[in-house]
């Protein structure tokens, strides 16, 4: 079982940055695959970027040049840096692990963007 715990989120105007930080537990962070997806009300989940264990990363063509994806394996930590935020990037930010064919999901941050 892979338990995650977002947290970073906030109100903050257009223009502005936020970090998303997601703890996980278990002894095989690094083995991993994670990713950040967002669910603004009324829309489906979507992805916002992922990383693989082996640092490979991607990311959703709307937040390209904006947002950056990195993981710190020592610390079993998964982060999102969100420059440039804009008023449609407000949404739940929710974290998610794939490890052994089993998808794992955090609780979700709130993320507001508005003047």
């Known amino acids: 079982q892979v338990q995650l715990v977002e947290s970073g989120g906030g109100l903050v105007q257009p223009g502005g940055s936020l970090r998303l930080s997601c703890a996980a537990s278990?002894?095989?962070?690094?083995?991993?695959?994670m990713g950040w997806y967002r669910q603004a009300p009324g829309k489906q989940r979507e992805l916002v970027a992922a990383?693989?264990?082996?640092?490979?990363?991607n990311y959703a063509d709307f937040v390209k040049g904006r947002f950056t994806i990195s993981r710190d394996n020592a610390k079993k930590s998964l982060y999102l840096q969100m420059n440039s935020l804009k008023p449609e990037d407000t949404a739940g930010y929710y974290c998610?692990?794939?490890?052994?064919?089993?998808?794992?999901w955090g609780q979700g941050t709130q993320v507001i963007v508005s003047s």
């Open positions: 998610s692990a794939r490890f052994n064919n089993a998808d794992y």
């Open positions: 278990g002894s095989s962070f690094r083995l991993y695959a």
């Open positions: 990383i693989r264990s082996s640092g490979t990363t």
